[in-house]
């Protein structure tokens, strides 16, 4: 019974969000329902676990590694319905990447639900299916959510460098997704839920069926979700370009009415020129100059939460062919579609060459060649993002007897293959728009005609760029064979395959006094192909899609590892236990080469109620497919320009000032009242501002591995005095060099001007005479370095009050010390501090309540968030308008208040074997800060908060 306690203590040390009765249920039973049905082969493997992070089989699940461990029941008992928004919740994950709030983000990993441990990258955070690699997208991100979570029986989080043992990308820390194995029966749930305002509908429906006897087991799993999208325009700190406090900032000068410059108003003076609705678009009288209350409000178009639908089937089996050995196998299917919606496209026509409202159109008011600006409100830019998974994995596990000692083994082979189709609509035909505002001319049917009476151009239709949103007349963008010759549907499609063969051996073998040594060796082969291939059109640069060039690529590597685990004193005064695990892996990569990476952690116990653990681990993360031979791709990026006078960080700082102004770098000087420049070359009043120009970024074939070294100290403490009582605390330094990173358009500012390096100045352009950055060409590079340092603390007590009922109080917070990272090598680089910026937050903190009585159960849980700082945009709202920072100088910030969310669920068990739940997640409607600096999100709002009141509903029943 003791030694059930503590299993428990451990295994809620970590725990994050504990939403049910039976929170610490025993360890030992739950690993007990993995193993097949009962027979000796049984008997023998129910006496050892393997935690994630090891591949020794132990007794005791308490590591020198610190571990996670959330189980089926608290999945269970919560309202979050996919894998990555039950982990999301974890104090220790960081910034959700590419969050359903990016609207403006594209490419293949759009729609993926990924974890980003430590808020190291989501790249940097390896994800496992029972111990194998779920497989990954060329850009090496490993989606989450097609793992059906009626599948699942509990998720291990290792929250150390576990390169060692699984080989790349485990820097942050490993996620072990472990299904449900030996189910016997059928289950069935629904879940249904929305936000306060009637919108961002959720629903989810599965059921799970299995059978198990003495031969084997069987379980199949289905699940189906579906949540609907939700609007920016029906949030308040959405539905403006620079939120609720300044509504008519950020408004786009490319609106949906159409304009030109040209001789327009009183007096005919040059304007930009737009049409007072109602009026005849073909007398230049009838325009009248631009005015800013006639800007187009972009988020009214966009969507603040996307739309997502997938489907799932998960089926595993084992089949014991003898008493010794068992056939394992498991399959998986997954297919998902999410939808966007941003803004029809702000088309300029002075940005692509040859392409002007010709003077010989029906529609031009002046006879002469116009550049028009016309936003396609008509037809929003939507994008669907299909993405099927196939996974298979099947081999062999045994054990046999050596030397009165029992060794297992396992051998087998795991395939992915990934198949992505993106259509995209509401991007223009290039080659259709020269000829909708070419010639056209009026025909003897009453009709517009592209081309001339002589030579009319069949299979044209004409458009007129000037006739406002919402008017009827020829040329309309309203009208559906126009919307269907401009806006046709563009594909992008993508492949990639995973092939991993594996051989893994574990037992020990005599020891010292203490103990028996645990040793666990293997070997493993792996494959990774990948290609991804954007639309021709947008190749080709022929539509105002995003351009876009192939990425395509492989690479395999052969790897071999060796794990240690010996015990040095037992039972001693100040040793009730002391160990070490040792574990060193070999990789070789046919692209770069050969790395090997150690670790060794340390076990101690003084006394029975403490235990304190700590490690060293060396890691490394290997080039992706898209890092290595990733096409070229653009955006039209948001940023500050340290250049700007008003904004940037010349306002304050003499040294950046006079490198903007004497063209520091080889770039042309600004002028010293420079103002940065929107869309439309309109000066910028919100910031990050978006650029008016696309830059272009790329992969490149030449970088080498990330290395890592990652320490680790902690301890627990389950005092036999207090029972159901403990407390935990471990320390954590990653430190991550040869950092393959993406540039980004700020960094690169910001090293030239607040930096000095002038190295960094040559990947963009201004324009001599307006200052504006007109062009930018940046990629990925090995450079500088990364560290990260903090603690996670936990509190966790369980107790009755027989009169009242089970109490459960859990208290789980991560406290970071410092996110630092540093742009390049060179001595004179100065370290850029993250922490507390851009949604990097410096305390996330959990605390919850179970009580159960009977049949009826509640949880409260209340999510912490610290306070963030961003860059001022506003002066009446710099609450440190006097702030100086090594990197940028003099820069006036703005310091948010600490967001607190809380949740509830209450439960009831019904006589017939069924759960009924009722919750709401953010019970009080709480909203996070306004961040103008949009971290992770296309709008000024912290992509990780909640959005609003979500209420739901949920049914199971077992059978």
């Known amino acids: 019974m003791q030694y059930r306690k503590k299993v428990d203590n451990k295994l809620t040390v970590a725990v994050r969000l504990a939403l049910s009765v039976g929170t610490f249920a025993a360890m030992a039973p739950a690993l007990a329902q993995n193993a097949p049905a009962a027979s000796q082969n049984d008997a023998k493997k129910l006496e050892t676990v393997t935690v994630t992070g090891s591949r020794i089989p132990r007794v005791d699940v308490e590591t020198a590694q610190p571990v996670v461990t959330i189980d089926r029941k608290q999945i269970e008992n919560q309202g979050f319905t996919s894998v ?14 590419i969050s359903r709030a990016n609207a403006l983000s594209s490419g293949e990993d759009v729609g993926g639900y990924y974890v980003d441990l430590r808020n190291l990258g989501a790249n940097r955070t390896l994800i496992l299916v029972n111990g194998k690699r779920l497989g990954v997208n060329t850009t090496g991100l490993q989606d989450l959510g097609q793992i059906p979570v009626s599948a699942i029986d509990r998720i291990e989080v290792l929250k150390d460098g576990g390169s060692s043992i699984y080989g ?31 919108d961002g509908k959720k629903q989810s429906y599965d059921f799970t069926l299995g059978t198990a006897n003495d031969r084997g087991s069987i379980m199949l799993s289905a699940q189906y979700q579906k949540e ?102 498991d399959f998986l299917y997954n297919k998902r579609s999410t939808d966007q919606q941003i803004a029809g496209y702000p088309f300029q026509s002075a940005n692509y060459t040859g392409i002007a409202l010709s003077g010989q159109s029906y529609f031009n008011p002046l006879g002469k060649d116009l550049a028009f600006r016309r936003r396609g409100w008509e037809v929003p830019r939507t994008t669907d993002s299909q993405l099927e998974t196939y996974r298979w994995t099947a081999g062999f596990e045994g054990f046999f007897d050596l030397g009165g000692r029992t060794w297992n083994w396992d051998v087998g082979a795991m395939t992915n293959r990934n198949n992505a189709l993106k259509t995209g609509h509401g991007d223009f035909n290039l080659i259709n728009v020269a000829q909708a505002v070419g010639p056209s001319f009026l025909g003897a049917d009453g009709q517009v005609h592209c081309g001339t009476a002589a030579k009319p151009i069949v299979g044209c239709t004409p458009w007129n760029p000037l006739l406002p949103y919402g008017q009827a007349g020829a040329g309309s963008l ?10 046709p549907e563009f594909h992008d499609t993508g492949k990639t395959t995973t092939i991993d063969y594996t051989a893994n051996i574990a037992g020990t073998v005599p020891g010292l006094p203490a103990g028996e040594i645990g040793i666990a060796a293997g070997v493993e082969h792996r494959q990774e192909d990948g290609r991804f291939v954007p639309d021709a059109f947008n190749q080709a640069g022929l539509s105002t899609g995003l351009a876009a060039t192939t990425t395509s690529g492989r690479y395999s590597v052969n790897e071999a590892y060796l794990e240690f685990d010996v015990p040095l004193l037992k039972d001693m005064t100040m040793a009730r236990e002391l160990s070490i695990d040792a574990a060193t892996r070999y990789s070789d990569y046919s692209n770069f080469g050969n790395t090997t990476n150690s670790k060794a952690s340390i076990k101690w116990k003084p006394i029975d109620d403490l235990l304190v653990r700590g490690s060293w681990a060396q890691g490394f993360r290997a080039p992706t497919i898209s890092d290595l031979y990733g096409g070229s791709s653009g955006s039209f990026e948001s940023y500050t320009d340290p250049c700007d006078a008003t904004h940037g960080a010349s306002k304050g700082n003499p040294a950046v000032a006079a490198r903007c102004t004497s063209g520091f770098g080889g770039q042309p000087a600004v002028a010293a009242n420079y103002v940065q420049l929107g869309q439309a070359l309109v000066p910028c009043k919100t910031f990050p501002c978006q650029t008016n120009y696309q830059f272009i970024t790329g992969a490149n074939p030449k970088l080498t591995p990330e290395t890592a070294t990652t320490r680790t100290l902690g301890m627990i403490y389950s005092p036999h005095y207090l029972e159901g009582f403990d407390v935990s605390l471990d320390w954590y330094k990653i430190d991550i060099k040869n950092v393959i990173s993406t540039d980004s358009v700020q960094n690169i500012l910001d090293d030239c001007y607040s930096g000095g390096i002038a190295s960094r100045c040559t990947s963009f352009q201004r324009d001599p005479a307006l200052g504006v950055i007109t062009s930018m060409n940046y990629g990925l590079t090995n450079k500088g370095w ?4 903090g603690y996670d603390f936990g509190v966790n007590y369980r107790f009755t009050i027989d009169a009242i009922g089970q109490f459960a109080t859990r208290w789980n917070t991560t406290y970071v010390d410092y996110l630092n990272v540093k742009a390049d090598d060179n001595p004179s680089t100065v370290v850029q501090p993250f ?47 006097n702030h100086v920072d090594p990197f940028n100088g003099a820069q006036a910030q703005r310091h948010t208040g600490a967001t607190t969310f809380n949740d509830v669920q209450f439960r009831w068990t019904m006589p017939w074997k069924g759960v009924i739940s009722v919750g709401a997640n953010n019970v009080f409607d709480k909203q996070g800060p306004i961040m103008y600096t949009k971290p992770n999100s296309s709008f000024v709002y912290y992509g990780g908060f909640d959005i609003g009141r979500f209420y739901y509903l949920k049914y199971s029943q077992r059978f």
């Open 228 to 329: 609907d999208p939700v609007f920016a325009k029906d949030r308040d700190f959405s539905a403006y370009p620079a939120g609720p406090y300044h509504p008519l900032d950020g408004w786009s000068a490319v609106n949906q009415n159409g304009s030109f410059t040209g001789p327009c108003g009183p007096g005919g003076k040059s304007a930009t020129c737009t049409l007072t609705h109602g009026t005849d678009p073909r007398n230049i009288a009838n325009y009248h100059p631009l005015t800013a209350s006639e800007y187009a409000n972009a988020n009214q178009e966009m969507t603040i939460q996307t739309g997502t639908e997938r489907t799932s089937l998960f089926v595993a089996g084992k089949y014991n062919l003898l008493e010794n050995i068992a056939f394992k196998t």
């Open 478 to 487: 309203g009208d559906p064979t126009l919307q269907k010759f401009l806006f």
């Open 168 to 198: 790349s990308d485990a820097i942050a820390g490993v996620v072990n997704v472990i299904t449900r194995s030996n189910f016997t029966g059928a289950e069935a749930n629904a879940y249904v839920g929305q936000y306060d305002q009637a």
């Open 84 to 97: 990555a928004d039950i982990l999301q919740n974890l104090t220790e994950v960081g910034t959700p990447p």
């Open 835 to 881: 922490t507390g910026y851009g949604g990097n937050f410096r305390t996330r903190s959990n605390l919850s309540l179970d009580f159960t009585r009977g049949l009826f159960g509640m949880t409260w849980t209340m999510r912490y968030y610290s306070g963030m700082t961003e860059r001022c945009s506003y002066t009446t709202e710099c609450n440190d308008p």
């Open 786 to 789: 990364q560290k990260t340092a």
